[in-house]
């Protein structure tokens, strides 16, 4: 049974098990607080009770967070603050014991640097904080399945072993493939496109991708879990925007009607109001933006800078009340060659900006074979290298566009946790390859 099952077990006998989070051990009586997940239970056991001498023994020498399987009563006792209940024992079994001294502290993570946490991620991972967060990681993932289904999306699993990259430019992580070069997968771009072009309509696919970039930022990883979806028969990058929002605003609605108290109690965040059109600012505009109401100029005239993002999600925070805003019509130079570019040679891309921080890169794509392959080599690359890709669309392929979404920035910004490593069940960087 679960501690949060026990309300309706009163004046029952019940078995329950879990980890020892504290004991009082008073002169009179021991107080063990059992927990599982982050539902916490007082079990009390009478010292002059001469049943309970085997049990005051156990306890006596039980280390913090071993685990036991305990079979006693529910009692109910308002005196009790977790929930008004406590658990008279009868019997209690020892399932494994903890060493005595923990390697970092779990009642305040703040007395353990970050890295060591990291080291002893299977520890830290029992914080009721990260319980919560991966829960609602879970449910987060299934209501976006839940939209996708709803509107009759298929589910696509691409390889990650790849000849080729879907990102010119980018590092990749190259290994020996029975002889030839190949390389983990950065983004299933080349695939997603491939399946508008057999006539799936609408995909989508939750993976790894793999980025060897030697960063170490607050916001990259080296291995990532991308949310991909790809759209056919659009008229515009405007449908691409519109498919997206309507599927944050049905994800992020859920978790707040089901998780927004708890999120509030153990981060202190209110999950973000999504009732509002999210907003979108041209490039150029949000470069004036910044300009002119922050005094801000960056180096980058292509692209936008950390800051930028910081400054322009203030902006539509103010003026629109919106904690997203879409910046759209990025420069060529800018975005990879398979974005569709208008007669004024504007890309009809966008980047979604999330509490200051790029969540998602879009785009309508460009489908017709002679000026994708124009495109190509405009981006200095040669044509014989992507043969592969631009067979793709020899036979006919819809207009098609789609975005993608990292996990660990969403859940970032969703809870306002400062750093991706603390976002990522287990992360992967350029100095960690553990645990």
Request: charge should be negative; aromatic fraction near 12%.
């Amino acid at each position: 049974m679960k501690i949060k099952e026990l309300i309706d077990q009163e004046n029952k006998e019940i078995v329950i098990q879990g980890f020892v989070d504290n004991i009082r051990n008073l002169q009179y009586v021991q107080f063990v607080i059992l927990r599982d997940k982050f539902d916490k239970v007082q079990i009390t056991i009478e010292k002059e009770d001469e049943n309970n001498k085997e049990l005051v023994k156990i306890i006596d020498t039980l280390p913090l967070e071993s685990t036991i399987k305990v079979t006693g009563k529910v009692v109910k006792n308002e005196k009790v603050k977790l929930n008004g209940l406590e658990i008279i024992p009868s019997k209690i079994e020892v399932t494994s014991t903890s060493d005595v001294e923990l390697p970092i502290d779990l009642k305040n993570k703040d007395n353990t640097l970050r890295e060591t946490r990291l080291d002893y991620r299977y520890l830290d991972l029992r914080r009721a904080e990260n319980q919560l967060l991966f829960k609602c990681q879970s449910y987060i993932e299934q209501m976006m399945r839940e939209y996708w289904y709803n509107n009759d999306y298929t589910e696509i699993h691409t390889p990650k072993i790849s000849a080729s990259s879907a990102e010119s430019g980018a590092e990749m992580f190259k290994l020996d493939y029975f002889g030839q070069q190949a390389c983990l997968s950065q983004s299933p771009q080349f695939y997603k496109q491939m399946t508008m072009a057999s006539g799936f309509d609408k995909i989508f696919e939750i993976g790894p991708v793999f980025r060897a970039e030697n960063s170490h930022t607050s916001y990259h990883a080296t291995e990532i879990e991308m949310i991909d979806v790809e759209i056919s028969w659009i008229n515009s990058v405007e449908d691409v925007m519109k498919e997206e929002e309507n599927w944050i605003k049905y994800f992020i609605s859920k978790l707040k009607e089901k998780y927004g108290e708890e999120i509030k109690k153990y981060f202190n965040v209110e999950v973000s109001d999504v009732s509002m059109e999210f907003p979108k600012i041209k490039f150029e505009d949000a470069k004036k933006i910044i300009k002119e109401k922050y005094n801000f100029v960056s180096e980058k005239t292509d692209d936008l800078e950390r800051k930028e993002e910081e400054l322009i999600c203030k902006y539509a925070k103010e003026k629109y009340n919106s904690d997203f805003v879409f910046i759209t019509n990025f420069p060529y130079s800018a975005r990879s060659f398979y974005v569709m570019k208008d007669e004024k040679g504007e890309t009809q891309t966008y980047d979604l900006l999330f509490k200051g921080l790029e969540i998602t890169s879009g785009a309508q794509r460009e489908h017709r074979y002679d000026i994708l392959k124009k495109q190509i080599i405009e981006k200095g690359i040669e044509p014989s290298l992507l043969q592969f890709y631009l067979d793709f669309f020899k036979y006919g392929c819809p207009p098609h566009g789609g975005f993608g979404v990292g996990m660990g920035r969403i859940l970032m910004q969703i809870f306002e946790i400062d750093n991706i490593r603390e976002a990522t069940l287990i992360y992967r960087g350029p100095t960690r390859l553990n645990p």
